[in-house]
């Protein structure tokens, strides 16, 4: 049996729960930080908030390792570091609406930013929790795919920080709602760091 809804109201589509700038289309959203690394508002504080009140209610996180087939090669798995994750299916109706504002802001701000490339399908969106003593962070890796989407949810914590060693940039504690976009590949090899205290929470989403 799925667990009770705590917060039904986040599992129908409202442009309320969306960044200000972005409800109004793709045209100035974003600040381009570094390279190719795109920050912009999706969510406004309050979603997040609900989000992660309702995910620690579902409570089916995750923690282990996973392997997935590469999709450019059938003979080449694609291994993901060890962390702790709740799949958005595993919430019914979240992945739903997280794929209504895919298609209506997500895919538009994407294709506006690289205009040659054209979303044709994206991975299943997940969330990342990061603990001191479970799993506190993520070595330096690529993304497989042609681009990610990582959202920042919470600032209970302390360390932690998404970090791009080629330009030695990381986003900060940034405000809950707040994204970042950048392209897949070795180019924009990143990693998470430690966190020493709290829970860090992040919403992960990667296009093709």
């Not at 609900?50 to 579902?58: S, T, Y």
Request: aromatic share 12%; glycine share 6%.
């Amino acid at each position: 049996m799925a667990p009770t809804r705590l917060h039904p109201e986040i599992y129908t589509y409202d442009p309320r729960f969306i960044g200000a700038a972005l409800r109004d289309g793709v045209e100035n959203v974003v600040t381009e930080d570094v390279e190719q690394i795109y920050r912009f508002e999706l969510f406004t504080p309050e979603f997040c908030r609900l989000l992660l009140e309702e995910a620690e209610h579902n409570g089916q996180w995750k923690t282990g390792q996973d392997t997935d087939a590469n999709p450019f090669a059938d003979d080449v798995d694609e291994v993901s570091e060890p962390d702790t994750t709740l799949h958005l299916h595993k919430m019914p109706g979240m992945e739903e609406v997280y794929a209504e504002i895919i298609r209506r802001h997500l895919k538009p701000l994407v294709e506006h930013l690289w205009p040659v490339f054209k979303v044709q399908k994206w991975d299943p969106p997940f969330l990342l929790r990061y603990e001191p003593h479970v799993i506190k962070s993520m070595a330096a890796h690529y993304d497989l795919e042609t681009c990610s989407i990582v959202c920042y949810l919470n600032t209970e914590f302390e360390g932690g920080g998404t970090y791009f060693p080629r330009w030695d940039y990381t986003p900060g504690k940034a405000q809950p709602g707040t994204a970042v976009v950048y392209p897949g590949g070795l180019s924009h090899v990143h990693e998470a760091r430690a966190i020493t205290a709290g829970r860090r929470y992040v919403l992960c989403s990667c296009f093709f």
